[in-house]
């Protein structure tokens, strides 16, 4: 890239900065549910629409893809926003707090969106600077399996990409940081569902049951032993019950007890024998009681698995843009991300941008009613695509 194309990302990014403010306000203003964002879609393709240089499409229902070719040949690099809202009443009190009742953006979704729109619109103005292609890919249902990007890359909007990249705005870390992790970042997401199936009756005759309550009990118990004793401490694992549900009143043993919860990992051999040693002890703690289940195990998304070249690029990115200071080199965590679905087609690698901001009372987790970012992440955001696009294409 050229020292006056240098200049004018620069100057263009600090121009869209308001832009992607207001198109972050909005979009949290009015969020939508995975698979019912019909409305976001629709403002993010006539935004696109009034930038230039960009051809739009509809993979699917409610995702939108833009691509912005080059007057240069060269490789084709993928950015990717999710846009789908939680079903969350929101608590906070500010101006564009959601107009949805019990819909809310709780996890940053519509940030990830305004940045890509910021970088959709400077680059649109780069066209003779780019080499190769740049497609904008907006997701649709990151939050519900079995996710948007799953069917985007399925209406083939991975075929020709060199290579994927994408972030997640992260209260976690302060405003200002940029978090890069090489390999594993973050984990399989696997659900379970449970049934331990007894015989009820009154309370207080308990010997004329099969308690499912006590034996589900000792079944949540048992289960933690897969992580203490039956796995390497050197693997990542967690197998968390999350619902436990049986039971009417107080003088009634239920005949049936529910168990749900999540299994995350990382390796692909221990993902596939932890069903099988859960079912293991189900069966061994019922039967020992007399009681009898049905188990069902689903795979979720794939773990994100960052390529390390391209981690390396998003690396030194940070360092040029942003000096040494901001650089966050993160271990994984065992959250789940459906981005996995297009690092299965070219070599990709997410990252974070800092959201968090505790002077000014910025702190709440993802997935909180109170949940927020710190707006001058946006630009860091939008600063990072744009400059790691023309390191990638050149």
């Known amino acids: 890239m050229s020292a006056d194309a240098m200049l004018n990302v620069k100057d263009l990014a600090d121009e869209v900065k308001e832009d992607v403010i207001r198109w972050r306000r909005h979009l949290h203003e009015n969020p939508e549910l995975s698979f019912q964002e019909e409305k976001t879609a629709q403002f993010i393709y006539d935004t696109l629409a ?12 409610t995702s939108v893809m833009a691509r912005l070719i ?4 060269g490789k084709v690099l993928a950015i990717r926003a999710d846009m789908d809202a939680l079903p969350i009443q929101e608590e906070n009190t500010f101006e564009f707090a959601s107009k949805n009742p019990g819909v809310m953006h709780a996890c940053g979704h519509d940030g990830h969106t305004a940045m890509l729109l910021g970088t959709a619109k400077v680059l649109s103005q780069l066209a003779s600077e780019i080499k190769g292609e740049v497609r904008f890919f907006f997701q649709h249902a990151e939050e519900l399996f079995p996710g948007g990007a799953e069917e985007m890359v399925q209406a083939g909007v991975m075929d020709g990409v060199d290579l994927v990249i994408g972030t997640h705005l992260w209260s976690p870390i302060e405003k200002g940081k940029v978090g890069i992790s090489y390999g594993p970042m973050m984990a399989a997401p696997d659900t379970f569902h449970i049934t331990v199936k007894g015989k009820g009756g009154h309370a207080a005759l308990p010997h004329d049951t099969i308690d499912s309550i006590a034996i589900a009990a000792q079944v949540v118990t048992n289960l933690q032993h897969i992580v203490s004793r039956n796995t390497d401490p050197l693997d990542n694992l967690v197998v968390s019950v999350t619902q436990f549900i049986g039971g009417t009143t107080h003088n009634v043993i239920p005949g049936s007890v529910e168990l749900c919860g999540t299994v995350r990992s990382f390796d692909a051999k221990l993902r596939e024998a932890v069903p099988g040693k859960m079912e293991q002890i189900v069966k061994g703690i019922t039967s020992a009681h007399g009681a009898s289940y049905d188990f069902k195990y689903v795979n979720g998304y794939r773990p994100v698995i960052n390529d390390e070249q391209v981690t390396k690029v998003l690396e030194e990115t940070v360092l040029e843009v942003f000096g040494e200071e901001a650089l966050d080199l993160m271990r994984p965590n065992m959250g789940g991300e459906d981005f996995s679905a297009f690092q299965q087609k070219a070599p990709g690698a997410f990252f974070y941008v800092g959201a968090g901001n505790r002077e000014m009372g910025i702190t709440y987790p993802h997935h909180h009613a109170r949940f927020t ?8 955001g939008v600063k990072m695509f744009l400059h790691a696009t023309f390191k990638f294409l050149n």
């Open 70 to 73: 080059g007057n240069q040949p």
């Open 373 to 380: 970012i710190d707006e001058d992440a946006l630009e860091i």
């Open 50 to 61: 009034s930038f230039g240089n960009l051809e739009l499409s509809r993979p699917t229902k």
